[in-house]
């Protein structure tokens, strides 16, 4: 039996209590650290927060510990081409990726992603381009996969979004202030 996916995901890479004062079900947590000496005991310590919360816990390119944790899927980052997440959905692993363009959907289609952030749909300071709106809606309507916008999605854009035909987003800079939460709409004062 597979598990709709939330609406709202939030990348994180350490642990941030803010994220689970949150009483919205509806939110997936998507951790990418590949740096961190200390990653599986940050990793614990955020599956068990997920756990109690009712969030859904995807673990970015690394099978075993998302076993370890028991998470709910895998995050293949469009970085990763490989062809090895193929037979995950018997062992009930939802595979989720992200992509930047078209030839890199059709690649997380191949690795049978249920879902692909597409990125960055605004402005970032680490990309020279950016999809915007129109470029974003021609692709998501081209391609039979749910998409979902991902990348400089801030508080003075993230009403954009409803122009958008999807049933969510990702985020990833609005998330780590302690307004972030508030400022996409999660909830108020």
């Known amino acids: 039996m597979h598990k709709n996916l939330p609406k709202f995901f939030i990348f994180i890479d350490k642990y941030n209590n803010e994220i689970f004062k949150n009483k919205n079900i509806n ?5 990418r650290n590949y740096k961190d000496r200390n990653r599986e005991n940050q ?4 599956a068990r927060a997920c ?3 009712r969030y859904q816990l995807f673990i970015s390119n690394d099978l075993k510990l998302a076993h370890k944790v028991k998470a709910d899927g895998i995050y293949i980052p469009s970085f990763n081409k490989t062809k ?7 062992r009930n692993i939802t595979i989720i990726g992200s992509a930047h363009n078209q030839k890199e959907i059709y690649k997380k289609i191949s690795q049978n992603c249920k879902t692909i952030f597409l990125s960055p749909l605004f402005y970032v300071k ?6 915007g709106l129109h470029k974003f809606n021609y692709l998501s309507f081209a391609n039979k996969i749910k998409i979902l916008p991902l990348g400089g999605i801030s508080k003075n854009n993230i009403r954009k979004l409803q122009i958008l035909s999807v049933e969510g987003f990702g985020g990833i800079r609005i998330f780590k202030k302690k307004t972030g939460l508030k400022e996409a709409g999660f909830y108020k004062d």
């Open 27 to 31: 939110i997936g947590v998507i951790y």
């Open 43 to 46: 990793l614990i310590k955020i």
């Open 51 to 53: 756990k109690q919360n």
């Open 84 to 90: 090895n997440f193929s037979n995950l959905e018997k």
């Open 126 to 131: 680490k990309s020279k381009t950016f999809l």
